[in-house]
């Protein structure tokens, strides 16, 4: 039997894993620059403009 979790996009999992304030960002990391860009690609359907 085979089991498999697909995630839609990885930038979906991206943002809580670094953003500031992100649900699985355990060590607290924050950098703003990064936190802006990762919610502007989360929510952005394009995948050209989100490269």
């Known amino acids: ?3 498999a979790m697909r995630m ?3 930038s979906a999992t991206s943002f809580g ?3 500031c ?3 699985q960002n ?3 990391y ?3 620059s990064s936190s802006t860009l990762l ?3 989360q929510f952005t359907p394009d995948p ?3 490269a």
């Open 48 to 50: 050209a403009a989100r």
């Open 26 to 28: 355990y060590m607290n």
């Open 1 to 3: 039997m085979r089991t």
């Open 8 to 10: 839609a996009r990885s």
């Open 17 to 19: 894993l670094y953003g």
């Open 39 to 41: 919610q502007k690609a």
């Open 30 to 32: 924050c950098n703003k």
């Open 21 to 23: 304030g992100g649900d």
